[in-house]
């Protein structure tokens, strides 16, 4: 069945400091790619997404890029703050990137932490 | 901009007592969902749900779990008989052709 693989936590790092998150994939198919957020207390949030090989999703200043030949999504931050401190999960549907039966399947969170 | 909206945020039960978790999808949303995290656990799929049945559903979603949609803005998740091992974080969602949306979360507590 499908899987994520995404490194394990906690990740701590200083205000400003470059952020890679690693995150591999199995499925079958083409499936879309996430990154969702979930801050302390909150749901989880779509920090952005790519639905096909070599799409790049971006949003407020993360980035990730679809690589299809090594099954990867990592996400990627040039100068992370203080307020980018939060759980970050990696996903995957095998349909396209809006809803459908079979929902998404999430690795098993990063716990990021940056400090001033 | 809409909203999932889950409640309670909290819930504290006897193990073996029935507790039901109430969920508004986005009103123009088709397929709803209920995910579970165990604490420092992934986020698992349990059901989607569309047109009134469910569409597919885990292994984790057993004959203890049920789903309802019992007027046309409510989603419910109903855990029959409580087991330690239900307590986690329960999540809602809902969806259309442009992504899903995730309410806050319940938090269950099995004593």
């Known amino acids: 069945g499908d899987s994520v693989t995404q490194m394990e936590g906690p990740v701590t790092l200083s205000e400003e400091a470059f952020l890679t998150i690693n995150c591999t994939y199995t499925?079958?198919?083409?499936?879309?790619l996430f990154w969702y957020v979930q801050y302390p207390g909150e749901g989880l949030q779509l920090l952005l997404k790519?639905?096909?090989?070599?799409d790049k999703g971006s949003n407020k200043g993360f980035e990730a890029t679809y690589r299809k030949e090594t099954t990867s999504f990592h996400l990627e931050k040039g100068s992370v703050q203080v307020s980018d401190s939060a759980v970050y999960f990696c996903a995957l549907t095998s349909l396209y990137s809006g809803g459908g039966a079979d929902g998404l399947t999430f690795g098993k969170g990063t716990h990021l932490i940056i400090q001033p | 901009e809409p909203e999932v909206t889950q409640t309670p945020s909290h819930q504290v039960t006897q193990m073996g007592q029935e507790v039901i978790l109430r969920c508004v999808p986005i009103?123009?949303?088709?397929?709803f969902y209920w995910y579970r995290q165990i604490l420092g656990q992934k986020v698992e799929f349990l059901v989607s749900?569309?047109?009134?049945?469910?569409?597919?559903k885990s292994e984790i979603f057993d004959d203890q779990f049920s789903v309802e949609r019992p007027d046309g803005s409510n989603f419910t998740l109903k855990i029959r008989s409580t087991k330690l091992e239900d307590s986690a974080m329960y999540f809602c969602a809902s969806s259309d052709s442009l992504g899903y949306t995730f309410g806050s979360g319940t938090r269950l507590t099995v004593v």
């Open positions: 009103s123009n949303h088709l397929y």
């Open positions: 790519a639905t096909k090989a070599d």
């Open positions: 749900f569309y047109n009134n049945e469910i569409s597919e």
């Open positions: 499925a079958t198919g083409y499936p879309s």
